[in-house]
Nanobody, 127 residues
Framework: QVQLVESGGGLVQPGGSLRLSCTTS????????IGWFRQVPGKEREAISS????????FYADSLEDRFTIAVNKRERTAYLQMNNLKPEDTAIYYC????????????????????WGQGTQVTVSS
């Protein structure tokens, strides 16, 4: 049974940092792609980043201004999203997702690329 569990969200002041975790189980991590997305209620889900586990190929949405970094610890089966210099507009529910295939480029930033999703973790950026 595939499981993705996000954690690490919370309340942070503008300019602060958070590191989100996505703990995974129930599938072969090595041949998968992990993606991070976020969604503000009432708006469309927005892609943040993806990582092809086998090739360690990372891809980011253009709008992030290099503030976000994706990483994976294969031994712990955990993906991370390091978020720096957070802004109020980063407030959203953050989701990790998994596809049982390798993914590169903008295709891996599409919601349709992913089959499995976590439950999400709330990030609130406010003073």
């Amino acid at each position: 049974q595939v499981q993705l569990v996000e954690s690490g969200g919370g309340l942070v002041q503008p300019g602060g940092s958070l590191r989100l975790s996505c703990t995974t189980s129930g599938f072969t991590l090595q041949t998968s792609t992990i993606g991070w997305f976020r969604q503000v209620p009432g708006k469309e889900r927005e892609a943040i980043s993806s990582i092809d586990i086998y090739y360690d190929y990372k891809f980011y949405a253009d709008s992030l201004e290099d503030r976000f970094t994706i990483a994976v610890n294969k031994r712990e089966r955990t993906a991370y999203l390091q978020m720096n210099n957070l802004k109020p507009e980063d407030t959203a529910i953050y989701y990790c997702a998994m596809a049982m295939r390798q993914g590169r480029g903008r295709a891996a930033l599409s919601e349709d690329f992913y089959t499995y999703w976590g439950q999400g973790t709330q990030v609130t950026v406010s003073s």
